[in-house]
């Protein structure tokens, strides 16, 4: 079974690019038609996909927060990692690395809380 773990920024300050790696173990994140994602969940809010990284390299983004992140990914480490730029207190949430089938998260990371202020 394929278990992901979030890497632990804690507090973040307004401005600052948020860095988040998800370490992979159990299965490679080259795998044929193995895509992998980010999630967030703001504090009384609902799920929010940010985007994901295919088996291939290629990546996807949600519309609303495209032109701040960026998705990529370390084969010989078997981790992925999420950067999103120039946060707020706005971009305060849970964050969750998951591996889909098709559209579908199937396997996630624990979560982490990423907290943006001063």
């Known amino acids: 079974q394929v278990q992901l773990q979030e890497s632990d920024p804690g507090l973040v300050k307004p401005s600052q690019t948020l860095s988040l790696t998800c370490t992979v173990s159990?299965?490679?994140?080259?795998?044929?038609?193995?895509?992998w994602s980010w999630i967030r969940q703001p504090p009384g809010k609902g799920l929010e996909w940010i985007g994901f990284i295919t088996y291939s390299g290629s990546t996807y983004y949600s519309p609303s927060l495209k032109s701040r992140t960026s998705i990529s990914r370390d084969t010989s480490k078997n981790q992925f990692t999420l950067q999103l730029s120039s946060v707020t207190p706005e971009d305060t949430a849970v964050y969750y690395c998951a591996r889909d089938e098709g559209t579908t998260p199937v396997d996630w990371g624990q979560g982490t809380q990423v907290t943006v202020s001063s």
């Open positions: 159990g299965g490679s994140i080259t795998t044929n038609y193995y895509y």
